[in-house]
């Protein structure tokens, strides 16, 4: 697994260096902006790129301008932006560009196997939301009735859904079967008046884009 | 073209109107041929040249038809229906018609009898339609909106009408002579007797009534135009003016050229009487071909073009003078020569006399006649006292340069009759324009190099407004061309600039303690924009790299089965940290708000809120940062309160955009009875330091209701 890295932070790129190679990963590339990014990546392309958010030159949202132009001139490296705030409004635009794609509260990237999970996932065409997100989402005023719905399980279930995790991923966290993940899936679905889609990218941003309405 | 007359011209263009312009056209040119042809028949005039004659009688009326079949073909092609352009239309049709009998009755009646037939009825058409007055006196009734205004003037379209009707009625009694112009008056024409008779029959003896309706129908045209002009508004006043003007002229030669009219004048037998009714007719058909259909074109077309003021000024100026020096003239020479009965030649000494007293009489005599031209022109002016007394008056009640100056500007140029005054405003190191009246788009600037005041440009005086050493502002005045700025008026200046210092001074303060609150909330949002980024990337960005590190190292604790159920605790502890400092970083300057703009960081604000909350944002840009800083704590805070004291069960937000600022409100359905204090004290100040407004309105029982207007230029 080949990783391009890219934050402006000294301590915690080095930092997240050493634990992309305790991971195995390979890490090709690490630059501290995003302005000549483009060019190492064209050059030698990584299996997925880990992106800051705040960057030089404006501090503001270079990394989402940087993963949006890696995913549609490079579809086949996947992006991980790595964020320090909670923005449902910009996951949720990442999210609509397609697949391969995630974010990441820098918090959480210090439990290492979850940031493995997450780098290993992408690689493999899923997406990756920060639970945290998914938290706020799920959590606001307008969903509250609907959510209510839901039994305590499928509420589990609609969470990591929303995180990006396949059936059997879920299935392995829940100690459930597939056959009964399927079925809360199918029921939440329902509850909530969805189109069912049986793409895993496809039912993310179902479930984000009602969450977030 | 025509805006002022024809506001709403529509695309739809016909095209006969321009058929009976050219027929009217042609129908006057026509008659050119016949008058180069029998050129021969023209008798010099009584007292003036042969070509004056032909510029009268011929040119002119061809020259008239011309101009008036233009501005009927104009305004009858964009308004089919205009009663105005049918009058034009008449007019032109009925002279050109004229100009072409009357040519052919003397070709075929005097230059060759017996070449042409019906020179006889060629004739009489043409006395006819050269009597006809209806449409001259309907169009001047309906100029220029193509309207009767009102009742009386409904009636002396009425009396015009029976007037006409008259006079073309009368003149069927009395066929003989049949004057033509430039000709000696005796045609040889025939007529049916029993027409005659009839005529005559009918008419009675109107001879007089009709002669002073001759003597009388310039200047009343002229008086009720004049009357209209005192009525009307904007664009209709200048283009009335411009026809008042012309007739006002006409009117007075018109008069002149009657006095030796027997049906009116007791003078008709008197030689001189008819020289000066000669020259007065002379002017009079001058004016009413060429001046008149002149000034009519001009005020259709490009009335803003010319100031017609000035002219009307200087001609009264300039015919004042003239009687001045006539009569004095006349008054010594002829006067006091009869007298001292020196006989009815011209007496040298009396002569010089005469000489010596206009000339050191004409400077007084020209300023006073200057004085009471521009007067009626520009009418009353406000005197100095009363300019003084408005401003101090104008002065106490407003505070803001958006006010003051421009009602200075007001005042100074009613008060001077000015053509534009000026005020100027220091503003640092440099003099703005902040004002003019009337009112133009650029504010020049010009840099200064010390206390004194430079030379305005384009102003004919300026008058520096201090206050002890320092320069303030300046106002300046610019009088009309050929004005002189008189004694009186800088006395004014001067007055009123020591008037506005004090003025000027306390707008200064104003707009000084205006500009620092907004830098001191400025500062404020960035001081907290810095505390944010310093959090996120200082504090946060080192306990996010010790996490990574406390992380690897469990990862290797475990994997060695070592300590790694403290580095766990150890980790959970840090992350909650890492939450809560998070979630501080985002409460002191929203970053969403710099990323995403109002409305996400509204949403994200009303989905963080405990009550219900409704909002719509409708924004078609971005506004300024500081308009959306404020909009957002002002939205926030009212949410913050509403959550706290209200026990509201809905709130409502709203974010408009009202004409060029931003306009919030938030609205619950609580208890009511919010006060001032803390919070919501701290929004009106913020808001007032962008230039807003806020107010609170809280009765009892009856919810809160804030509403905050933000100016976004």
């Given at each position: 697994m080949r990783l391009t890295i890219v934050d402006d932070s000294t301590l915690f790129r080095e930092g997240l260096v050493r634990v992309a190679r305790d991971l195995?990963?390979?890490?090709v590339t690490q630059v501290s902006d995003a302005q000549s990014l483009m060019e190492l990546i064209r050059a030698d392309p990584p299996d997925v790129a880990v992106l800051d958010i705040r960057m030089p030159p404006?501090?503001?949202t270079e990394g989402l301008a940087a993963a949006r132009e890696v995913r549609s001139s490079l579809p086949s490296v996947g992006v991980l932006v790595l964020s320090q705030y909670v923005d449902t409004h910009h996951v949720l635009e990442l999210i609509s560009s397609g697949g391969r794609i995630g974010y990441l509260l820098k918090d959480h990237v210090g439990d290492i196997a979850e940031f493995g999970d997450a780098v290993r996932r992408i690689a493999a065409g899923g997406s990756v939301i920060d639970p945290d997100v998914v938290a706020e989402l799920v959590g606001r005023r307008r969903n509250r009735e609907a959510i209510e719905e839901l039994t305590e399980r499928e509420r589990e279930v609609l969470h990591l859904m929303a995180q990006g995790r396949t059936n059997s991923a879920i299935g392995a966290r829940l100690h459930l079967s597939p056959k009964t993940v399927e079925a809360h899936v199918r029921s939440i679905f329902m509850k909530l008046q969805l189109e069912p889609a049986d793409d895993d990218h496809r039912r993310v941003l179902a479930v984000l884009t009602y969450l977030h309405a | 073209m025509a805006t002022g007359m024809m506001?709403?011209?529509?695309?739809?263009?016909?095209v006969w109107p321009w058929g009976l312009a050219l027929l009217a056209s042609a129908t006057a040119l026509a008659s050119a041929p016949l008058l180069v042809i029998d050129w021969p028949t023209f008798k010099p005039g009584r007292i003036e040249p042969i070509w004056l004659t032909a510029l009268v009688d011929v040119i002119g009326p061809i020259f008239a038809v011309l101009v008036l079949s233009l501005l009927a073909g104009f305004i009858l092609s964009r308004r089919p229906g205009s009663a105005l352009g049918w009058a034009f239309a008449a007019i032109a049709l009925l002279v050109a018609l004229t100009m072409l009998t009357q040519e052919y009755a003397v070709r075929a009646l005097v230059a060759a009898p017996g070449s042409l037939p019906a020179g006889d009825l060629a004739a009489w058409i043409g006395t006819w339609t050269g009597l006809a007055i209806f449409p001259q006196a309907l169009a001047i009734l309906l100029f220029p909106d193509g309207r009767l205004p009102g009742p009386a003037w409904w009636a002396l379209a009425g009396l015009a009408a029976v007037l006409t009707a008259g006079m073309i009625v009368s003149s069927l009694g009395d066929p003989w002579p049949l004057r033509l112009p430039g000709?000696?008056?005796s045609l040889p024409v025939t007529m049916p007797p029993s027409l005659w008779a009839y005529g005559f029959a009918m008419a009675g003896d109107p001879e007089t009534v009709l002669g002073w309706a001759n003597l009388l129908f310039a200047p009343a045209a002229a008086a009720l135009v004049l009357l209209r002009t005192r009525r009307a508004q904007g664009d209709e006043r200048f283009q009335l003016r411009w026809l008042a003007f012309a007739l006002a002229i006409t009117a007075v030669f018109w008069m002149v050229g009657r006095i030796d009219d027997d049906r009116v004048s007791p003078w008709s037998a008197d030689l001189a009487a008819q020289v000066i009714a000669r020259w007065g007719q002379l002017g009079s058909s001058l004016t009413i071909s060429f001046v008149v259909p002149a000034a009519i074109a001009v005020a259709i077309f490009k009335y803003r073009l010319f100031d017609i003021d000035l002219v009307i000024s200087r001609t009264i100026l300039f015919s004042g003078l003239a009687t001045f020096i006539t009569l004095a003239y006349v008054g010594i020479v002829f006067g006091i020569g009869s007298f001292i009965g020196a006989g009815a030649g011209l007496n040298p000494i009396l002569a010089l006399l005469a000489t010596a007293i206009v000339a050191v009489a004409f400077q007084p005599v020209r300023e006073g006649m200057s004085r009471v031209a521009n007067r009626l022109v520009y009418g009353e002016r406000r005197t100095p006292y009363e300019a003084l007394s408005r401003f101090a008056g104008q002065a106490a009640i407003s505070y803001s340069t958006v006010d003051v100056l421009p009602r200075l500007a007001r005042l100074l140029r009613e008060a001077t009759g000015a053509e534009r005054a000026e005020a100027w405003l220091r503003i640092g190191a440099e003099l703005r324009r902040e004002a003019v009246d009337p009112e133009s788009a650029p504010t020049p600037t010009i840099g200064l190099k010390d206390e004194r005041l430079p030379p305005l440009p384009d102003t004919d005086h300026s008058v520096p407004v201090r206050d002890e050493q320092t320069l303030l502002g300046a106002l300046a005045i610019t009088k009309r061309r050929g004005d002189r700025v008189t004694a009186a008026e800088i006395k004014l200046l001067d007055d009123l600039a020591s008037q506005t210092g004090l003025v000027l001074r306390n707008l200064r303060l104003v707009e000084e303690l205006r500009a620092s609150r907004e830098r001191i909330v400025r500062a404020q949002d960035e001081e907290r924009r810095r505390v944010e980024r310093n959090l996120h990337d200082g504090a946060q960005q080192r306990l996010v790299a010790l996490a990574l590190t406390l992380g690897r190292a469990r990862a290797e604790a475990e994997r060695t089965n070592q300590a790694g159920e403290f580095l766990a605790a150890t980790e959970a502890e840090l992350r909650t940290a890492l939450a809560e400092l998070r979630q501080l970083a985002q409460g002191i300057h929203p970053t969403i708000l710099v990323t995403g703009g109002l409305e996400p960081a509204l949403r994200s604000l009303v989905d963080r809120s405990p009550l219900p909350v409704a909002i719509r944002v409708s924004l078609v840009r971005r506004p300024p940062e500081q308009a959306e800083a404020a909009a957002y704590y002002i939205v926030s805070e009212a949410l913050a309160n509403a959550a706290k004291h209200s026990r509201a069960s809905t709130v409502n937000v709203s974010v408009t955009r009202s004409g060029s600022g931003l306009l919030i409100e938030v609205r619950d359905d609580g208890v009511g009875g919010a006060t001032k204090g803390g919070g919501l004290q701290g929004l009106e100040d913020r808001t007032a330091a962008v230039g807003g407004k806020l107010s609170i309105s809280s009765p009892m029982g009856a919810g809160t209701h804030i509403r905050a207007e933000i100016p976004c230029d």
């Open positions: 195995g990963f390979d890490v404006t501090y503001t | 506001p709403s011209l529509r695309a739809t263009r016909v000709r000696d008056g």
